[in-house]
Structure formats: structure tokens, C-alpha cells
């Protein structure tokens, strides 16, 4: 065993010699150029744009915009991906605007949109109290919804139609008072592919006794192979997952796997993930693993209600 005195002494290090350079020779991330400047009160929404650093999340957002509108611009698709949650902070205004705009070609859901762009478009309202409705039994027991989604999803089905469809043309057809807040109203007027995937249990309408689970299946199937038929097209477009953790990354990876195993090409596209937190699938199935050879990505992190206005807004400020 080393004895103390038998341990090798140290003296501090000089550095008279230690070579330097000037500031003004080296490369640097940060420039004044790209700093933040204040924004003027009474100025455009073009002026803030402008006003915003050019760093990190916000260089990410600016490339983000010109990815989608140099997409439009030279016809390639615009997918958009989405949760629920997404209608639920009031987000369809400004996706029916864009695909209005022809900005956002397609949709693809998971089954909960489909209940609350239902429930917007019938009453004006969505989103109830779970916890509370829980511990009563009633949690997702409203009758309207659960009876009248089931049947649209249902008859359309029969007519060889995908959910999506289905509901577009079911609320396109009625009188409910909020129906131009329809998403999939929208996309069935305005001939845009709007495709839903279900996890069969996981949305409240299952729990109802018209819940036809061949129609559901057959449906959820149909538009997934519609939903591959437009991934299999996007070279050169952008794909924008807003707000799925599970399913949509899941469907999107399938959907990108089966159009090249059929031969298409899908290489060169942008693929962004926007969430408040970037979990571990749209990291991997969105983000990463589809743009390993080719193609950018972007995890643009924040909450719905705030992020996705903004690069609406800015994506209608380039255009």
C-alpha cells in the first residue's frame, strides 16, 4: 500500500506559453445580428416576426415556416398529424383557415378527434370533467355523442367509406349550429384526405352500445391505407405531428414503411414534432428514424394553445 510520502507531488500548471487567438478570427454561435429587438407597440404582427432572435427554438420555427410554405408553394404535401387536444384548446379556426389556404393538404386523427369536433360542431362545447365524472360512472356517457358518432362512423362505413370521411359527411349533412368549427366537415367540402386511427377501447364511444366494432375496424383500416397513400407522396413536403405521444407516430412510421417497401420515394421531407414535452415516439418515429438518410426535423416545444398560433400566423405572414 502507497505511503503518503510516497505519492507523486503536484505543482500548479503555467501557462505563460498557452496559445491564444483574437476574437475576431473565431467562429461564434451568437451575433448581435441575430439578437431580439423590442417590439413597438401598434407594430404588425410582421414587425414582431422580425423582432424575434434568430436562435435555438426560434431559428427552428423560421425554418419550420419556410419548409411548409416552400412546400406550398411547389405543390407537395402538407400533413398534419394531431391529438385530440388540439381541438380541445381551440386550435380548429386557425387548421380549417389553413386548409382553406391550401396549406394543410391532408389530416390524420387519432379516435378522440373525431368525438371532440363532433361535440363542437352539435353543442358549441367538449371536454368534460373526467375525475369528477369518474368516480359517478357517467365519464363519457353523453347519449348524443356516443350515439349519433357511432352511427355516422357506422353508415358511412357501409357506404365504403373511412371513418373520416364518414364524419365529414355526417356533419356536413346535419344542422348543428357550429358545424363550419368542423374539421372533418371542412376536409370532406373541400375534397382534403382526412383519415382516423383508432385504438378500439380507448375512446369513449366504445363504451356504447351502438358501437359496431367491424365498422370501426374496417374503417380505421380504409383510412389508414389512404393515409399511406398520401405519406407515400410527401418527398418534399413536411409532416407535422401536433400533439400525439402514441398513435399518430406510430401510424405515421407504418404508414412511411409500407410506401417504401412499395417503391416510392420518401427520402427528402421535413418532419416536425410539436408538444410541451417531446416524448420518446414522435422522437423516434416522427423525428429521427424517417429522416436518418435524408430529409430535417424540428421539435418545436411548447404548449398548443400558444405554439401552434404562431406558426400559423408566421406561415401566413410568409405566404
Known amino acids: ?111 378522440a378527434c373525431i368525438i371532440h369536433d363532433f361535440e363542437i360542431a352539435y353543442a358549441g362545447q367538449t371536454s368534460e370533467d373526467v375525475a369528477r365524472e369518474l368516480c359517478t360512472g357517467t365519464f363519457g356517457m353523453a347519449q348524443e355523442t356516443g350515439r349519433m358518432v357511432n352511427q355516422a362512423v357506422t353508415a358511412g362505413v357501409r357506404q365504403g367509406y373511412g371513418m373520416g370521411h364518414s364524419m365529414g359527411m355526417f356533419i356536413d349533412s346535419s344542422d348543428f349550429p357550429y358545424r363550419d368549427k368542423s374539421l372533418f366537415r371542412e376536409a370532406y367540402r373541400l375534397g382534403i384526405p382526412a383519415t382516423v386511427h383508432v385504438a378500439v377501447g380507448a375512446d369513449i364511444i366504445h363504451m356504447h352500445p351502438e358501437a359496431d366494432g367491424g365498422a370501426i375496424g374496417e374503417g380505421s383500416l380504409r383510412d389508414f391505407r389512404l393515409f399511406t397513400a398520401v405519406v407515400a407522396d410527401l418527398e418534399g413536403g413536411v409532416y407535422i405531428n401536433l400533439g400525439s405521444a402514441v398513435v399518430l407516430p406510430e401510424v405515421f412510421l407504418k404508414a412511411l414503411t409500407v410506401a417504401r417497401n412499395l417503391g416510392h420515394t420518401v427520402e427528402e421531407f421535413t418532419t416536425v414534432n410539436m408538444d410541451f414535452f417531446q416524448h420518446y415516439r414522435p422522437r423516434e418515429n416522427v423525428l429521427r428514424r424517417p429522416t436518418l438518410q435524408k430529409g430535417r426535423c424540428f421539435a418545436l416545444t411548447g404548449h398548443h394553445e400558444i405554439m401552434f398560433p404562431l406558426l400559423a400566423g408566421m406561415i401566413v405572414e410568409e405566404l
Open 1 to 111: 500500500m502507497l505511503q503518503f510520502r510516497d505519492m507523486k507531488k503536484y505543482r500548479p500548471i503555467e501557462v505563460k506559453e498557452l496559445r491564444t487567438y483574437s476574437i475576431r478570427d473565431r467562429l461564434s454561435k451568437v451575433s448581435v445580428e441575430k439578437t431580439a429587438r423590442p417590439h413597438g407597440k401598434g407594430g404588425s404582427f410582421g414587425d414582431f416576426i422580425a423582432s424575434l432572435p434568430d436562435f435555438l427554438a426560434a431559428h427552428d420555427m423560421k425554418a419550420v415556416v419556410r419548409a411548409v410554405v416552400e412546400a406550398h408553394r411547389n405543390g407537395r404535401p402538407v400533413i398534419l398529424g394531431m391529438g385530440a387536444h388540439s381541438i380541445k384548446v381551440g386550435l380548429s379556426p386557425l387548421i380549417i383557415d389553413l386548409m382553406r389556404r391550401g396549406v394543410i393538404t391532408a389530416l390524420a386523427a387519432n379516435g
